[in-house]
């Protein structure tokens, strides 16, 4: 597993470098084996700059990725805090994610549709005259990507969801073939739109 280990206004000696080494790699041989790397990113927060926040990032195989952040002063037991949330999240999901990392792997790269993904610029405060008049031009482009949409049931997409911590995923419905959306919603529960009849 390829790691990288790096801090944002704040130094990541060799101690906390091995430490975090050693912990993703016992994490990856107990749970899955199979992740191909691996990010984890210290940075200060907070008022004053007191805490630390840890963010884990491990992709356990073909677009399957695993998010974890944790707050903490010491920057041990912040990295502690996300390990462990990933740790229960592998274990929670080890037996859907051999399954599905064995599928993904014989799925052939026809089958897979590819998107844009567009990040805008947020509209900047106008007033009711200017709304109506700039309503008819396009956004400001800042970031462009390509994202797969896969075929999956919706407890994987659930799962998927739940694994890399946004908003939304979207998903072709393996029961229906339809374009859906599972998207985490503000009471802790996840939303799940299938058009009426939805077909690709």
């Given at each position: 597993?390829?790691?990288?280990v790096?801090?944002?206004?704040i130094d990541?000696?060799?101690?906390?470098?091995?430490?975090?080494?050693?912990k993703?790699?016992?994490?990856?041989?107990?749970?899955?084996?199979?992740?191909?790397?691996?990010?984890?990113t210290?940075?200060?927060?907070?008022?004053?700059k007191?805490?630390?926040?840890?963010?884990?990032?491990?992709?356990?195989?073909?677009?399957?990725?695993?998010?974890?952040?944790?707050t903490?002063p010491?920057?041990?037991?912040?990295f502690?805090?996300a390990?462990?949330?990933?740790?229960?999240?592998?274990?929670?999901?080890?037996?859907?994610?051999?399954?599905?990392?064995?599928?993904?792997?014989?799925?052939?790269?026809?089958?897979?549709?590819?998107?844009?993904?567009?990040?805008?610029?947020?509209?900047?405060?106008?007033?009711?005259?200017?709304?109506?008049?700039?309503?008819?031009?396009?956004?400001l482009v800042i970031?462009e990507?390509?994202?797969?949409i896969?075929?999956?049931?919706?407890?994987?997409?659930?799962?998927?969801?739940?694994?890399?911590?946004?908003?939304?995923?979207?998903?072709?419905?393996?029961?229906?073939?339809?374009?859906?959306?599972?998207?985490?919603?503000?009471?802790?529960?996840?939303?799940?739109?299938d058009?009426?009849?939805?077909?690709?």
């Amino acid at each position: 597993m390829e790691l990288n280990v790096h801090g944002k206004q704040i130094d990541v000696g060799d101690a906390l470098r091995t430490h975090v080494e050693d912990k993703l790699e016992d994490l990856n041989q107990k749970y899955f084996n199979h992740a191909t790397f691996a990010t984890v990113t210290f940075s200060k927060e907070g008022h004053g700059k007191a805490d630390t926040k840890a963010h884990i990032s491990i992709q356990l195989g073909k677009n399957i990725m695993v998010v974890a952040d944790a707050t903490d002063p010491d920057p041990y037991a912040c990295f502690e805090a996300a390990a462990e949330k990933v740790g229960k999240q592998m274990r929670r999901y080890k037996r859907k994610l051999r399954d599905h990392h064995d599928r993904l792997e014989q799925t052939p790269e026809s089958e897979v549709f590819k998107a844009r993904d567009y990040i805008l610029a947020a509209a900047p405060e106008q007033d009711d005259e200017q709304e109506e008049s700039d309503a008819t031009e396009e956004p400001l482009v800042i970031a462009e990507t390509t994202k797969d949409i896969q075929t999956m049931t919706v407890s994987e997409a659930v799962m998927r969801l739940d694994l890399s911590g946004e908003p939304f995923l979207v998903f072709f419905n393996a029961k229906n073939s339809g374009l859906n959306i599972v998207h985490s919603r503000e009471d802790g529960n996840v939303g799940w739109i299938d058009p009426e009849n939805g077909n690709k």
